[in-house]
């Protein structure tokens, strides 16, 4: 698999309007995923090429020491890049993370306006996943047309989705649409919440709803069955 770089990922549609504010030396380093994160630790999670997205929420909280502390460890892990979005916590991006970020070459990028994290993720996830296929076809094309033309198509929703369906209207639509959030934001239940613009506490009832039919609906594979399912359910 032919990893895109960060200038590639920059190019997406999906981030037009994203500043770069330092790290321009970085741009062709390979970008391997992309995570929503707010914590402050998230680099002992991760294995570098990774590009963060995050609201700035616990950076806005802590220290200038802290957020210091933060630039490095992610530039250390060799993490691809940090994307903040300086809307709501942070208005504009500190000035000892963006020295910090200078003088370690580390790729800080920002949006002055509000956007969609899971818009973001699956523009780049799209383009890691599928290389070759990227300016050709969009994402899973194939692999839901070859469902389709075998007959195969509904009983692979009914496996996935089946309980959901048997549902009325109304809780069908409101779990379809939370599923679906949640699987293009890494199951983030801020981000979800934020995108169907309801409370954080009416997605954590929606997931325990959803877990209860569907069963395992967080691992690998069934996140990718899931994801197939409802592509299918929209043709």
């Given at each position: 698999m032919s990893l895109p770089t960060l200038r590639q990922i920059l190019e997406l549609p999906a981030f037009a309007g994203a500043e770069l504010l330092s790290g321009q030396e970085r741009l062709d380093g390979y970008i391997t995923w992309?995570?929503?994160?707010?914590?402050?630790?998230?680099?002992?999670?991760?294995?570098?090429g990774e590009l963060l997205l995050s609201t700035g929420l616990e950076l806005a909280r802590t220290t200038p020491e802290a957020r210091v502390a933060y630039v490095r460890?992610?530039?250390?892990?060799?993490?691809?890049?940090?994307?903040?979005?300086?809307?709501?916590?942070?208005?504009?991006?500190?000035?000892?993370?963006?020295?910090?970020?200078?003088?370690?070459?580390?790729?800080?990028?920002?949006?002055?306006?509000?956007?969609?994290?899971?818009?973001?993720?699956r523009a780049a996830h799209e383009r890691i996943l599928h290389p070759g296929a990227f300016e050709e076809e969009p994402l899973l094309k194939s692999l839901l047309e070859?469902?389709?033309?075998t007959g195969r198509d509904k009983r692979f929703v009914e496996r996935h989705l089946g309980a959901l369906l048997r549902l009325p209207s109304r809780p069908k639509s409101t779990l379809l649409a939370t599923l679906e959030a949640l699987l293009a934001s890494q199951f983030n239940i801020a981000e979800t919440a934020r995108k169907l613009g309801v409370?954080?506490?009416?997605?954590?009832?929606?997931?325990?709803?959803?877990?209860?039919?569907?069963?395992?609906?967080?691992?690998?594979?069934?996140?990718?069955?899931?994801?197939?399912?409802?592509?299918?359910?929209?043709?």
């Open positions: 992309v995570h929503v994160a707010e914590v402050l630790d998230v680099a002992r999670l991760l294995s570098g460890t992610l530039a250390e892990v060799g993490v691809g890049g940090l994307c903040l979005e300086l809307v709501q916590w942070l208005q504009e991006l500190p000035p000892e993370m963006l020295q910090t970020a200078r003088m370690l070459q580390f790729p800080i990028l920002v949006f002055r306006h509000e956007v969609r994290f899971a818009e973001l993720t070859a469902l389709i033309e409370r954080r506490q009416s997605i954590y009832y929606r997931l325990e709803q959803l877990r209860g039919m569907l069963g395992d609906i967080e691992s690998p594979e069934r996140r990718l069955g899931l994801w197939i399912a409802l592509e299918l359910l929209k043709r």
